[in-house]
C-alpha cells in the first residue's frame, strides 16, 4: 500500500515565461527573459510536487526548446515508479535522455524531491541534512557602463545587501571591466567583490585585471571561472599570480569534474549549481569539495523563487557554504508563485518552511 500512494501518477512540463525587468548580461551574452520549464509531478496519493528548469544558453548553450524535449521524452515511462527511490530515477533520467541536458535533469528532480518530502511532512533543509536554516546571498552587477555599474551597486547596497557579484569578460576587454569595477568599488568600498568571468576571460586579459586591481588597492572576495572550463592549469597560476581565492563554476559538473580541479589544485573554492547536473550529482561535487577542504558557493542560472529556494535549501541543509548567489528573483519582472526563502537584506531564511521547498503556483 506504502509503494502505491508513493508512486508517480503523472508528470506535466510546461514553459515558463517570466519577464525581466532589463536583460541580464555575462560574459557569453544576454538573456532579455527567464525561458524556463515547470514541471508538475504529481503521486498517486494526489501530491504534488514542482520543479523548474532555468537554462541559459549564454552559459553552456541549453535553451528552453531542448530542456522541454528532454522532459517530454521522459513522461512516457515515468508513470508508476516509485518516488522514494529518487536517486535511481535521477540516474534513469541521465541514462534515457537522450542529448545531455543538466536543466532537465535538475527540474526532474527538484519535482521528485518536493513530492516526497511534501508527502513526509518535511522540510527541503532538513532533508539535505539540517545544519541550517540561513544564508548571506550577494546581488548580482551584470555587464554594461561604468555608470550603469556604479548605479547598480548604489541600488544594491539601498537594499541592504553587502556582498556584490560583478560579471566581467567578454568583448570590450579588461581595462572596461577595470573601469566597471572602479566605480562600484568607489560607491560600496565596504562591499566584498566576486567578479565571476562565466569562463570569459583570457589568460592575458586575467592577469591585466589583477595588475589593475592591486594598483587600486582592490582585493576581491572571490575571482569565479575566469578562463575557459577547461583550463586548469591556468586557474592555478591565476591563483598563485593573485594570492586571491578562485572558484571553479563552469570547470565543474560532475564530481569526477571537482576531483580533476581538486587534482590540479586549480583554485580553492567550487560553485555548486543545481542547474548544472541536478541534485544527486550536486551531493556528490560538495561531498569531493568538503573532503579537499575546498570553499563552497552555491548558485544559479536566471531562475525564479522555486529554483533558487531549492537551492538555498540545499546549501543550508547542507551546511558549509561561504558564499551564496541566489539573487535572480529580485530581477524578474514578475513572480507567478507563492511561498519560497525569506530575504530581508542579503540575508536568506529557510526556516519558515515546513515541507518540501515551499514554493506553489499562484492560482
Known sequence: MAF??????????????????????????????????????ELADGTVGYGEGAPLPAYNGETQAQTLRVLEGARHWLEGYVVKDWRWLAHEFRGRGGAWCGSAQCAFEIALLDALTKQARQPMGKFFGGAGTGLETDMTVTTGTPAQAAENARAIRQRGIRMIKVKVGGKLGPAHD?????????????????????AGVSR??????VRGLKARGITPALLEQWLAKDDLAGARSLAEESGWLVCADESVTSADDARRVVAERA?????????????????????????????LMIGGNVESILAMTMSACFAAGQGGFRFADLDTPFFLAENPFEGGYAITGGQISIAHITAGHGVTPKK
Not at 19 to 33: K, N, V, Y
Not at 204 to 209: M, P, Q, V, Y
Not at 272 to 293: E, Q, R, S, T
Request: proline residues 5%; aromatic residues 4%.
Open 178 to 198: 577595470l573601469e566597471r569595477i572602479y566605480a562600484i568599488h568607489d560607491v560600496a568600498p565596504d562591499s566584498p567583490l566576486i567578479l565571476d568571468g562565466n
Open 4 to 41: 502505491a500512494t508513493t508512486s508517480i501518477r503523472s508528470v506535466h512540463i510546461a514553459p515558463l515565461d517570466i519577464p525581466l525587468f532589463e536583460p541580464f548580461g555575462i560574459s557569453g551574452g544576454a538573456q532579455a527573459a527567464a525561458n524556463n520549464v515547470l514541471v508538475t509531478l
Open 267 to 295: 583554485g580553492g573554492a567550487i560553485n555548486i549549481k543545481i542547474m548544472k547536473a541536478g541534485l544527486a550529482a550536486a551531493l556528490d561535487i560538495a561531498a569531493v569539495a568538503k573532503a579537499a577542504n575546498f570553499e
Open 204 to 209: 592575458a586579459a586575467a592577469s591585466e585585471l
